[in-house]
């Protein structure tokens, strides 16, 4: 029995660890995530600052290089001739030479359009018209027109002058240029100097967005891939419109993806991007792509002006970006595994130590327990041999008896003859009570008791109904330890005490499911005594050193064993009384 429960109490302590563990597990993993997703935000905290730092810094680049392109506008229209028709490619050609641009066209207007008329560049086709350049030709106009341009298209706007941004050559798809277009009124063309986009990628190549990207990407352990994603035309794949002439036309603003990569595609991207865009909240998403685990973050960023370098697939501008960061989930699994195999050898190391504690206590205990028994049967046995000698006792002094009584009988001594067997039916009875206990051990324990008061000149009054249906075993070991220490603290009580007032009285009664003990002795401080802490260990209402202070802790600590109760009480004739409950 004792080894079932010692099984079970592990069972439980193992499960509680596992439990534990287990919630552990689960939280560290929540943690986890989260401290990936604060790190991602971190990230593109960083970008976002980056992004709006290189587009300022992009656009003073921009108007800077703009006012170059006025001032060589300006240079070339004193060197040239105000006539188109006196112009030559040859002249234009040594003028963009020392004027340091890639090339200069001249434009010139016709009755329904506005055409490339000269140029330096060889491969330009002159005679094509601009209209369906939208919305270059507007700007076109309104220089030939009004000498100023006022068009809500992204540039840059100087007096008879204007510059749309970095945009794809439409007679070359593969050239990148920044175009400058000057008009004064002075000449019947507008100058157009331009340059190409190295010096704008060589800045940002240094300074831009890509190398903040580069950056965190080198300095992360989880952060695989950035983008900046122009949320308006990203579901339309690679934006390119075609113009009425037939032209394939693609402008560097609607780009669908603005900086960073975008090789981690998930199938979900477009509505993720369209959902984080449209509700300005961070989406994410945890997949496998090409069977690596990650995690995917679209986070909207919404800049102060429109003034960020992005137009939407009509060409207005739009003052929103979405930023997407890829993190490799296996990092977390990683330490999870890692967190997983810890738990485990930390679960496998208490269940052994717990098993071997268990095995040491279980050995103990038995030990202990095996010690016990063999020291209260040695008393059992010790106490039922004294009492048995004193029935023999009883019947080998049994003829001497009789012939005493005979002796008086003859000699008429009738009141000492009454006196002797008054005592002797007396200790007869007595005799007959303690065997009629019906349970040897706590019969053979009374019997010691007995003996001992006669010792000590102290009236031990005992009366036990219905023990003779009290089971041997474990409990009768204790009601012996019970028995013994509740008489022991009597008799030392009324020790202090002559003897005429040496009493004890013990019952016991065993009936309705119940044990009952009752003793009560002479205490002349008894309403004192009942008040004090009797049963905490230590205490002890004698003064001299024999006494520890155990006995009626020993008592209390059995009674709860088994559930039972304990009462203490005085009486106005100064005596103390205990009363004992143990349910069966």
């Excluded at 209260?376 to 023999?392: G, K, L």
Aim: proline residues 3%.
């Amino acid at each position: 029995m004792q080894r079932n429960i010692w099984f079970m109490a592990i069972s439980i302590i193992v499960v509680i660890i596992l439990l534990n563990n287990t919630a552990y597990y689960f939280l560290t993993k929540r943690s986890l995530e989260t401290a990936m997703n604060h790190e991602m935000q971190a990230v593109a905290k960083q970008i976002e600052l980056s992004v709006e730092q290189s587009r300022l810094g992009a656009e003073k680049f921009q108007e800077q290089i703009g006012r170059e392109l006025r001032s060589v506008a300006i240079a070339a229209q004193y060197a040239l001739d105000p006539d188109v028709e006196k112009v030559t490619n040859e002249e234009l050609r040594e003028l963009s030479k020392k004027l340091a641009v890639e090339h200069i066209t001249l434009l010139k207007r016709t009755e329904d359009n506005i055409i490339m008329y000269k140029s330096s560049d060889p491969n330009e086709q002159l005679g094509k018209g601009t209209k369906t350049w939208d919305p270059w030709y507007i700007a076109f106009n309104q220089l030939f027109d009004d000498k100023n341009v006022s068009i809500k298209w992204l540039g840059q706007t100087l007096p008879n002058f204007w510059s749309g941004p970095y945009e794809v050559a439409s007679s070359d798809p593969s050239s990148i240029y920044k175009w400058g277009y000057y008009h004064d009124g002075s000449t019947n063309y507008i100058i157009d100097p331009y340059v190409s986009y190295t010096m704008l990628a060589d800045y940002e190549n240094l300074t831009g967005v890509n190398s903040m990207i580069d950056k965190s990407l080198a300095n992360s352990e989880s952060l695989l891939e950035v983008t900046v994603i122009n949320p308006t035309t990203f579901s339309k794949g690679p934006f390119e419109t075609v113009n009425e002439d037939g032209e394939l036309q693609e402008h560097i603003l609607q780009k669908p993806i603005m900086y960073g990569a975008y090789e981690y595609k998930l199938s979900q991207d477009d509505a993720n991007v369209a959902k984080a865009y449209k509700s300005g909240k961070i989406i994410t998403a945890n997949e496998h792509i090409s069977g690596q685990h990650v995690m995917k973050m679209y986070i909207p960023v919404f800049a102060e002006d429109k003034g960020i370098n992005i137009v939407d697939e009509n060409g207005n501008p739009i003052n929103s970006y979405v930023l997407t960061l890829v993190s490799d989930y296996q990092i977390i699994q990683n330490k999870l595994d890692s967190q997983f195999i810890n738990i485990g050898l930390i679960i496998i190391v208490v269940t052994g130590l717990s098993l071997a504690i268990a095995a040491i206590a279980m050995n103990y205990y038995r030990q202990s327990r095996e010690k016990a028994v063999q020291v209260a049967q040695q008393t059992y046995v010790d106490e039922i041999n004294s009492m048995f000698q004193a029935i023999r006792a009883q019947r080998h002094d049994f003829l001497n008896h009789v012939q005493t009584i005979h002796s008086l009988a003859e000699l008429n001594k009738s009141k000492e003859l009454i006196a002797y067997t008054k005592e002797l039916t007396g200790e007869i009875r007595l005799m007959n009570d303690i065997i009629n206990i019906g349970n040897p051990a706590i019969a053979a324990l009374i019997r010691s008791k007995i003996s001992q008061a006669e010792s000590y000149r102290i009236e031990f009054a005992c009366t036990f109904n219905g023990l003779n249906r009290l089971e041997m075993g474990i409990k009768t070991l204790d009601m012996n330890r019970m028995l013994g220490n509740l008489i022991d603290n009597a008799f030392d009580e009324v020790l202090g005490y002559g003897e005429q007032r040496r009493e004890v009285e013990l019952i016991a009664n065993q009936a309705d499911g119940h044990l009952e003990f009752k003793i009560s002795n002479t205490c002349k401080d008894a309403s004192t005594v009942s008040e004090s802490p009797l049963f905490e260990a230590g205490f002890s209402t004698k003064d001299d050193d024999h006494h520890q202070g155990l006995g009626l802790y020993i008592v209390k600590s059995i009674v709860d064993k088994y559930k039972g109760t304990i009462q203490v009480y005085a009486t106005e004739m100064e005596r103390i009384t205990f009363v004992i409950r143990i349910p069966l």
